[in-house]
């Protein structure tokens, strides 16, 4: 059973969403950039597969280091 497009973007979504929680929790730069490359990796493919169907999708920008969060 292959999903819609609409339903990839809903999987894609979550996905972005979990990588956003880990960035502001995460301190060790080799971990935070090994999420970031997998956030990028994701949002490459949710703005591909909305174009593929023109669907709008945006996502906003990664969560600043959790050590400027409350400057």
């Known amino acids: 059973m292959s999903l819609t497009p609409k339903q990839q973007l809903d999987y894609i979504s979550a ?10 929790t995460l301190w060790h730069e080799d971990s935070r950039r090994e999420v ?28 600043c280091h959790p050590r400027l969060a409350k400057l």
Do not use: N
Not at 37 to 62: M, N, T
């Open 15 to 24: 996905e972005l969403k979990r990588c956003d929680e880990y960035l502001t």
């Open 36 to 63: 970031k490359g997998r956030r990028k990796a994701v949002l490459d493919l949710g703005h591909k597969i909305a174009a593929d169907s023109s669907i709008s999708f945006e996502w906003p920008d990664e969560p």
